[in-house]
């Protein structure tokens, strides 16, 4: 059975920068969980990071918090644990949640604490897809759930 890596916060656990979750509701996931298919972290919380913890923006390869304090080396490491974890338990697949600095997998948002979203992958969410560790988001989550039924039906 093939394991996914999910964001901490998508299961309703408060890890974020302002103490909360951020839920993602979808029936698959309760599915996922109970056939025990889930690993779950938050790499911020793995990097050591506090909460709540200030908000923090990717800004060229450094990644600095709303007071400019470069909080980069939290980033990196928890990236590596997640990093461990999958590789530990063979995992090949992450849903991680979008625009995070650490999780985002598509786009994060720009350095400027302005709100404007680029292009872009987490700091956790690259350093996965470096390690051919396939990421997803909530916005391709029917993806992932398309790509997880084809394997099964054909190891079945
Ligand atoms: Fe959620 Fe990832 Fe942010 Fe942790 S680092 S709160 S798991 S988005």
């Given at each position: ?79 590596a644990k997640a990093l461990a974890l999958c ?13 995070s600095p650490s999780c985002g997998a598509n ?50």
């Amino acid at each position: 059975m093939q394991k996914i890596l999910i964001s901490s916060c998508f299961l309703g656990n408060k890890v974020r920068y302002d103490g909360q979750a951020k839920s993602l509701l979808h029936p698959q996931l309760q599915t996922w969980q109970q056939q025990g298919r889930l690993v779950v972290i938050c790499p911020e919380v793995a990097g050591d990071l506090p909460v709540p913890r200030p908000r923090a923006e990717q800004s060229g390869d450094k990644v600095i918090d709303e007071f400019g304090n470069d909080v980069t080396r939290a980033f990196t490491q928890g990236a590596a644990k997640a990093l461990a974890l999958c590789q530990q338990q063979g995992i090949r697949l992450a849903l991680l949640k979008e625009y995070s600095p650490s999780c985002g997998a598509n786009m994060i948002y720009d350095g400027t604490f302005s709100g404007t979203r680029i292009a872009g992958m987490g700091v956790t969410a690259k350093l996965l897809s470096e390690h051919k560790i396939q990421v997803f988001s909530e916005q391709t989550l029917e993806q992932l759930i398309n790509l997880i039924n084809l394997q099964e039906k054909q190891t079945s």
